[in-house]
Structure formats: C-alpha cells, structure tokens
C-alpha cells in the first residue's frame, strides 16, 4: 500500500542538540501508527516534525508524495489534526464554540458559523461522550474533559488524519476504554492515526503499527503483535518486562518487578496459611477454602 505519510532519514537537533537521527516510517491510510519510547526519546518532535511546524535538518516528510512544508497550512490543517498534549486557552469559550472552531479552515475570512457546523461539533461531542459539557467554560472542565474537547475538534475538522500526543494520557479508565474503541472503529472507516503513547498494551490490544524510538533513533518497527515483545520492551524502557496472553487471548505486559512482589506475596500468605493450619488442626479445626486464592474461613475438621 502506498504510504500517505512518509518520513525519511529525518534529523533534527534543537539549538545543535541532536534530537531525531535518521528516522525513516512510512504510514499508509487507515493505519494507526503507535510511537513508543522513554520520555525525552523525541516523539513529540518527530509529530512536530510530521505537521510541518518545524524543517528537518536532514531528510524529507512527505504527505501525499507533496512535502509537508510546501502544503498551504489551511489545506494541511483540513486534513490533519493535531491533538496536543496540554492545551491552555486564555479566554473561557464553551466546549461546543472549542470544537466549533474545527470548522475555520473551511470558512472564508469573514465567517459566522452555520447550523450545519452546530450540528457537526455537536455530534463529534455526542460521540466522544461530552455533548452534556457543551455550555460549560472549556477553563472549567477538568484536563481530560479538555482532551475530549480537542479531539471532538479534530473530527468537527473532518480531517480524515489524526495526530495525537498521548490522547489518553489525561483521561479515567473508562475514557482511556471509550477513546480507544472510536480511535479503532475509526480506523476502520479509513481514519489514519499517529500517536504517541506509554502505553503499550493499547498498541497490542488495538493492534497497528509500533515505532519505537530510543535517544531519537528507532530501535524497532513493525506490526504491534511482532515489535512488542519481551525483549524490545525491555530495552526500551530498562525494565525486565514479559509480555503475556490472557485466557481471552489478549496479550499484556507485565513488568517482572511486579511478578515477582506479587510472587513472594503469594509465598507469604500460602505458609502463613500452612502455619495457622498445623496449629489449628491440632485443635480440630481447619482452613476451607470454596475456591483457589480465597482466604479461606476456619471450620470444623470434620475429618478427625
Ligand atoms: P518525548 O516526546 O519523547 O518526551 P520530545 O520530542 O518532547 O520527547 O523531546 C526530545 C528532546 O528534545 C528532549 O531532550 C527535550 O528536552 C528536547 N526539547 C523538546 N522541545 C524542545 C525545545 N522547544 N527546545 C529545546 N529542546 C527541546
């Protein structure tokens, strides 16, 4: 499949500062492109990169075969949307003028918005689970509120390319869950999307494309089921980690420290266990347990 995005032997240094070394990713429409890698790896700044914010010291981005820096920014801006990280805004709009503003790059100059784009930015809101917070101060909702106010922006924008830093980072559990099923049922209907993320279950759970950036180079690439592995998780982020397949058949990472405590813990309880045991049995009680893990209540040894 021809790559819509495609960054190649990028370089980029901040004030002489190497910051991205040679990175090469192609990304196709309708994929999900998941950046992975330690703080300060240079994720942002490749999305940056990817936007045409910034020139490249080296090497070329190109969206749809055209480099990102001759595209006019209000033709890039109806294609792409960006979702920062943190977003401040100074005056107090209400949520639905916020994801109004989605509309601007289709507008002319002197613009009033029309029901149409009421209709639209209500229901991106609608779908995002936030249209009960359209009146509310955007200043007064909380962060993660906010960060579903920017994407709900992104698809009033009806770009059809979403580039993301973190989108769940701010977010509940159960927001996380929500945002990650509609980045899918999105990609499904042809939506491409490059996020940056901690998370590496989410790349194995909705499966896509991994970078892997380490000290601004890329360490790994490929299929989420083939890059996340063991090993490439454990060199990225100096952690002895496995990576492991539920009953249900979704794999998830586990880092050994955990396993370990929770190990010894286990081993803890079972001989607290086994002591209370042996005294009690003597005294004609026992432990019964209704099923494996339980605590177990003491009853009579009906077997003595
Ligand atoms: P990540 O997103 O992986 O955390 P960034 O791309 O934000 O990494 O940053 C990569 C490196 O570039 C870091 O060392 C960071 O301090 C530095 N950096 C980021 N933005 C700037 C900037 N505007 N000016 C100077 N250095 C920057």
Same mark, same amino acid.
């Given at each position: ?141 909380? @962060?993660?509120?906010?960060? &579903?106010?920017? /994407?709900?922006?992104? +698809?009033? #924008?009806?770009?059809? %390319? $979403? ?10 559990? @159960?927001?996380?869950?929500? &945002?990650?099923? /509609?980045?899918?049922? +999105?990609? #499904?209907?042809?939506? %491409? $999307? ?111």
């Amino acid at each position: 499949m021809m790559a819509f995005i495609s960054v190649n032997q990028v370089s980029f240094a901040y004030n002489g500062k190497s910051v991205l070394d040679q990175v090469s990713v192609a990304i196709p429409k309708g994929e999900i492109l998941w950046v992975l890698g330690p703080n300060g790896s240079g994720k942002t700044t490749l999305l940056k990169l990817i936007l045409g914010f910034y020139r490249p010291d080296a090497g070329t981005v190109l969206v749809n075969g055209c480099p990102v820096l001759n595209l006019p920014s209000r033709i890039l801006a109806r294609d792409i949307a960006y979702v920062p990280q943190v977003h401040h805004m100074a005056f107090s709009f209400r949520m639905l003028d916020v994801v109004m503003m989605g509309r601007i790059p289709h507008k002319p100059f002197f613009f009033r918005y029309s029901k149409e784009d009421e209709h639209l930015a209500e229901s991106a809101m609608a779908r995002l689970g936030i249209v009960h917070l359209k009146n509310r101060p955007y200043t007064a909702v909380s @962060g993660g509120e906010r960060q &579903l106010c920017l /994407i709900a922006r992104a +698809l009033t #924008q009806g770009a059809r %390319t $979403f580039v993301m830093d973190e989108p769940v980072s701010g977010l509940d559990y @159960g927001n996380q869950i929500r &945002l990650l099923t /509609i980045i899918q049922s +999105l990609a #499904q209907e042809g939506y %491409t $999307f490059i996020q940056t993320t901690h998370f590496p279950d989410h790349a194995l759970w909705m499966d896509g494309q991994v970078l892997m950036l380490k000290n601004g180079k890329v360490v790994r690439e490929g299929s989420a089921e083939n890059a996340i592995t063991r090993t490439s998780l454990s060199d990225l982020y100096h952690l002895d980690m496995d990576v492991t397949q539920t009953r249900s058949g979704i794999r998830v990472c586990v880092p050994d420290a955990l396993t370990s405590q929770i190990k010894k813990k286990s081993r803890t309880d079972t001989s607290n266990d086994q002591t209370k045991e042996g005294r009690n049995r003597q005294s004609g009680f026992v432990l019964i347990k209704s099923k494996k893990g339980d605590k177990g209540k003491w009853g009579r040894d009906m077997s003595m």
